[in-house]
């Protein structure tokens, strides 16, 4: 492609709204542009590299035995109110009317519509198993859209759904979904790693996320420091022990804490450690109001809270719902007296002698707390996030966090939305019986923008040869130079013939501007035809480590090869 007849908008700046390095360099090199808030177009650069990955998705799917179709981004409310979808999913979901006033939602998510599709369709066991995937532009409302393509409200999502007619023939698929991701990045060349995961609003169980190592990811990975255990913090369960500190149960006593709210303000004050403190804190699951303990330096993981009531919605009641359930504002809460709520703790609370927790009355709190003696708890359980320096659940080291970029999903969705949509199929004996699904998702463009994040210098992105919009950048220094111009253009016509991938910048541009442009862009190999054109002499540049070589016109295209193979 001649550079002078694409679309390549560069910036000199970088814009003030881009707040992480990708989105920054995908900007100022003219791969996307930002429409509205959310939602970006993807320039002819931009485009390329996102159809590379498309195509790496397509050939792993394919290799797993996925069969590839396409289904509406226009979806009927009716289908998402059979699954329940339709009141839970929350204000994410992008409603419409049409002239008609019936209601539709712009696609999220396509477990409705596939669901639907294939009861349809298939109605014997010996239909199944049948996977199948889609690549389409998802929409979802973000309440904060950033990070460029990272958080956005229009995406481009690899999309599938396996049905089956036992766990078995689930378990299969599930695993061999799982090693084509595994691959898809690898392939990307991203550092990345599997984690146990939540499903969310997805439902179902046994899920695992992959995660992209970055520093600007929005995911914290806890992950042992001497096996392969990782997970998402918040399903990584707690494997402590806790002891009781060795001495006697004092008398409980109600003190003066005035204006002392928050743990660390009470602690300092009563000159106890935060892990003698019970924290309290009143939530709403589904209909039911639950005070939930845990302690002082610890952090109610409200995922666990979920699972362990398995509900549907699980918030944190504000400030106005506290005071009408336990008549006191949120510093002042605690467990002693309160009958009409039901209480949950986390097991290091049972093990606090002679605590702190707040006394259900402004500016007071009790000291000497004994659980059980003062308070009774419905049930512990494990409720808290994982720390750094806990136990590794597996029981190999100890827990290290990282930080993650999620660019893909995979989940085992059982029968959520077979049983809901009466997605049924008959059995050998003839006897109708709900399809069990599974669900895989990659992020396509939080893939483009995952590779970006971990591929750039001080100069501009640098792609690896595969994803890169074109394998070489030739630039002829100066396009007033009779002799430049014409070994450019063979060079350029040549490389076309022997089917590599080519931008020629032919750009009447000062030679700062192309090379400026050139490392931007960051094309893995670049070519300059500049003084030394008149006796066939080029110079050749990794762009990856920064190596130059010059050679000769008859021995180009072999070092071309060579060079390539080795990105």
Not at 88 to 95: K, N, S
Not at 139 to 162: C, I, N, Q, T
Not at 404 to 414: A, N, R, S, T, Y
Request: hydrophobic share 40%; net charge negative; charged share 25%.
């Amino acid at each position: 492609m001649r550079q002078s007849r694409t679309l390549i908008p560069t910036l000199r700046e970088i814009p003030a709204d881009a707040e992480i390095k990708s989105h920054q360099l995908l900007l100022k090199a003219g791969f996307i542009r930002q429409n509205s808030s959310g939602v970006y177009s993807y320039m002819p650069l931009g485009r390329k590299v996102l159809q590379k990955i498309e195509a790496i998705v397509r050939e792993e799917m394919d290799k797993a035995g996925a069969v590839e179709m396409l289904m509406p981004a226009l979806q009927q409310a009716e289908l998402w109110q059979e699954s329940g979808r339709w009141y839970t999913y929350g204000p994410e979901l992008m409603r419409l009317k049409d002239r008609n006033q019936r209601e539709f939602a712009l696609g999220a998510t396509h477990e409705e519509v596939i669901t639907s599709l294939v009861r349809d369709e298939v109605k014997s066991y010996k239909r199944l198993p049948l996977t199948l995937y889609q690549i389409q532009t998802k929409f979802r409302d973000e309440k904060r859209p950033r990070f460029g393509l990272l958080r956005g409200r229009e995406f481009v999502m690899k999309d599938a759904y396996s049905f089956h007619s036992n766990t078995e023939s689930l378990d299969e698929v599930y695993q061999a979904l799982f090693e084509a991701y595994s691959n898809v990045f690898r392939r990307c060349q991203l550092n990345f790693r599997a984690v146990i995961a939540d499903s969310g609003a997805m439902g179902g169980k046994d899920t695992h996320e992959f995660m992209v190592l970055s520093d600007i990811g929005e995911d914290t990975i806890a992950y042992s420091d001497t096996s392969d255990y990782a997970a998402n913090i918040e399903m990584a369960p707690v494997i402590m022990e806790y002891t009781k500190r060795d001495e006697a149960d004092k008398e409980l006593e109600k003190v003066l804490t005035e204006n002392k709210k928050s743990i660390d303000e009470v602690s300092e004050f009563l000159t106890v450690s935060p892990n003698q403190c019970v924290k309290s804190l009143l939530f709403k699951i589904d209909e039911q109001y639950v005070l939930v303990l845990v302690r002082g330096d610890h952090e109610v993981n409200d995922i666990k809270l979920k699972n362990l009531f398995n509900a549907g919605i699980v918030e944190l009641a504000s400030q106005e719902e506290t005071k009408e359930i336990l008549s006191c504002p949120v510093g002042s809460l605690g467990p002693i007296g309160v009958s009409h709520v039901e209480i949950v703790a986390d097991h290091a609370v049972k093990a606090i002698v002679n605590g702190v927790c707040g006394a259900n009355e402004e500016n007071y709190h009790y000291i000497n707390v004994v659980p059980e003696r003062d308070f009774s708890v419905s049930q512990y359980a494990d409720l808290r996030f994982i720390q750094e320096g806990d136990p590794s659940p597996d029981g190999q080291g100890t827990i290290l966090f990282a930080k993650g970029i999620e660019v893909g999903h995979v989940f085992k969705l059982g029968t959520r939305y077979s049983e809901a949509m009466n997605a049924t199929y008959l059995d050998e004996t003839g006897k109708s019986r709900p399809m069990i699904m599974g669900c895989y998702g990659i992020g396509v463009s939080r893939t483009l923008t995952a590779v970006a994040e971990q591929y750039n210098d001080e100069n501009g992105l640098v792609w690896p040869a595969n994803l890169a919009p074109y394998q070489v950048h030739v630039i002829a220094v100066n396009m007033k130079d009779e002799e430049q111009v014409k070994l450019a253009e063979s060079i350029y016509t040549d490389l076309l013939e022997k089917h590599y991938e080519v931008l020629f910048d032919d750009r009447n541009e000062r030679a700062g501007v192309k090379f400026a442009d050139s490392d931007l862009i960051g094309l893995p190999l670049r070519i300059t035809v500049g003084k030394k054109a008149s006796e066939g002499m080029v110079e050749v540049k990794v762009r990856k480590t920064g190596e130059t070589f010059e050679v000769h016109y008859e021995d180009l295209f072999a070092k071309v090869t060579s060079l390539l193979y080795t990105l």
